[in-house]
């Protein structure tokens, strides 16, 4: 009787650690709020936070062979199929898909399962992810531009998501979604409360006066209660101009550099966070802007140029002190007037949860065949927000190295594989008119040039909700030609991050 008590009550005391222990991971669990993450479409002040364990990854069409069919047959545009209907994305939850691309949406209808459930809870023709009829995924935070469809609008869910195609064939497609192991998530509704439509009404309004940005529209959070310090003065070649420094922890929200006249090429932007010996940005503010072929070409939500203004608002979080400069790097030239506007405030960067902003400033002409042309590779902790390319064939009149796809590792393992240059800035069809053929900027992403006989182009793509968190270490490049990069090309780019140490 007395071993069958002390059986009993190690079963009942096993059972109450186990209910404790379940009981434990449930609290653990971050509860997801669907408006605070409408507002990381537009809050600027919030791309510094570190995002823990939450991996993007991304489901596409690209050629798994290494060819260029990355979606012209449909080869490789689907898992597999299940009866007549294409299933072309399958991803376990919790998580959140972050932006759908296509330069080819069809009439057939998508199909979200969430959850393992029989019957889909949402249907929706593929066209309207894009065309503005099915609310809430409404312009601009979905529509179309330079030749490819974007949706920005988060779809998030619990468990699982499936997604299928009613239709014969899928041709060209990237899905972006971030794993939240962490993280309490209710699947994707298009009822939307009261408080999530006024956060996607206000997102949109920011998208849709992108052109015409201002430090106002972000002075939120971190980046409140900014005081602005101006400076004006006139940089001759060989001189170089410090325009901000401060000994106090804080942080720059955001700064605009104005000139009447054209920046010439020797110009170069340089800060200097907390007396580290490697400058956080050292770059030719040409190239830091969006300049192509010497002249103004970016004019997007978060930096580019407008009618003289340079503006540049991605925080930059410091511990002790910060030093801004620019420096005339040729020997002769025209005297350059500026007048420069720094905002900032005494928010300091908190360590566990911020990153310093970092740029990474790179060049080749003709790089070595047979190996990608880098965007970035570093190691430690951050997250990458950014991306210009400027891109020259040395081939006039042939453009066929913009046919190469990008490719980013995240902590030693490939997680985002695209179908094309040009796709990986949301466009698509370079040298059709009215798709990648001119310069035109959007809010995130846009076309810096297009010439053909000069076999010259080049895009931006800023990341805000969809940002590539790494926790040890991150690649990103891009290929050279459609296979095995083997196309002569003169690439330069700056790459955008926070990372958790220099």
């Avoid at 007549?84 to 998580?95: N, Q, S, W, Y």
């Avoid at 009829?133 to 988060?154: A, D, M, Q, S, T």
């Avoid at 970016?298 to 407008?306: A, F, K, L, Q, V």
Wanted: aromatic share 14%; proline share 5%; with cysteine.
């Amino acid at each position: 009787m007395q071993n069958k008590w002390i059986k009993n009550h190690f079963i009942v005391a096993g059972g109450v650690i186990i209910c404790l222990l379940l009981s434990c991971s449930t609290v653990t669990k971050r509860k997801y709020n669907y408006s605070s993450e409408l507002e990381t479409l537009y809050r600027l002040d919030l791309l510094p936070d570190f995002r823990s364990n939450c991996i993007v990854e991304q489901i596409s069409s690209y050629d798994r062979t290494g060819g260029n069919d990355d979606g012209f047959n449909g080869t490789y545009s689907y898992l597999r199929k299940e009866g007549d209907k294409l299933v072309i994305a399958e991803m376990k939850g919790p998580g959140i898909i972050n932006r759908i691309w296509t330069p080819t949406p069809t009439n057939d209808t998508l199909e979200f399962y969430f959850d393992g459930q029989k019957k889909a809870q949402l249907k929706i023709c593929f066209q309207d992810l894009f065309s503005n009829k099915r609310y809430p995924f409404i312009n601009p935070v979905c529509g179309e531009g330079v030749g490819g469809y974007y949706c920005y609008l988060p779809i998030p869910y619990k468990k699982s998501c499936k997604i299928v195609l009613d239709g014969d064939q899928m041709k060209f497609y990237q899905i972006q979604y971030r794993n939240m192991p962490n993280y309490d998530i209710e699947s994707f509704s298009i009822d939307l409360s009261s408080e999530e439509e006024t956060t996607l009404s206000k997102a949109c309004r920011v998208w849709e006066n992108f052109s015409k940005s201002h430090m106002n529209t972000f002075t939120e959070g971190k980046s409140a209660n900014c005081q602005t310090e101006e400076l004006s003065f006139s940089l001759a070649p060989g001189e170089e101009k410090e325009f901000f420094h401060t000994n106090t922890p804080g942080r720059i929200v955001g700064f605009e550099i104005n000139s009447e006249q054209l920046l010439h090429k020797d110009v170069f932007l340089q800060t200097i966070w907390d007396e580290e010996e490697v400058p956080a940005i050292n770059i030719p503010m040409q190239d830091f802007f969006g300049y192509s072929t010497e002249k103004p070409s970016m004019n997007g939500m978060i930096i580019g140029n407008d009618a003289g203004r340079h503006y540049c608002f991605l925080p930059c979080p410091f511990d002790q002190s910060a030093k801004m400069s620019l420096q005339y790097r040729a020997i002769e030239g025209t005297t350059i007037p500026f007048k420069v506007k720094v905002y900032y405030n005494t928010e300091a960067r908190i360590k566990q949860t911020e990153g310093k902003l970092y740029a990474f400033w790179h060049g080749e002409i003709n790089p070595e065949q047979g190996k990608f042309y880098d965007f970035l590779s570093v190691k430690g902790k951050g997250h990458y927000v950014g991306t210009i390319h400027s891109a020259q064939g040395l081939y006039p009149g042939n453009m066929v190295f913009f046919e190469g796809d990008d490719s980013t590792y995240v902590d030693g393992k490939m997680r985002i594989h695209g179908t094309g240059s040009e796709d990986y800035y949301n466009g698509g069809w370079y040298d059709l008119p009215g798709k990648w053929d001119r310069a035109k900027s959007l809010p995130l992403h846009g076309c810096l040039d297009y010439h053909l006989k000069t076999a010259r182009t080049g895009g931006f793509r800023f990341y805000t909700t969809d940002k590539l968190s790494f926790e040890k270490e991150f690649y990103m490049g891009i290929e050279h030609g459609m296979v095995g990069n083997t196309h002569p090309v003169n690439y330069k780019s700056v790459a955008f991050y926070y990372l958790d140490k220099p």
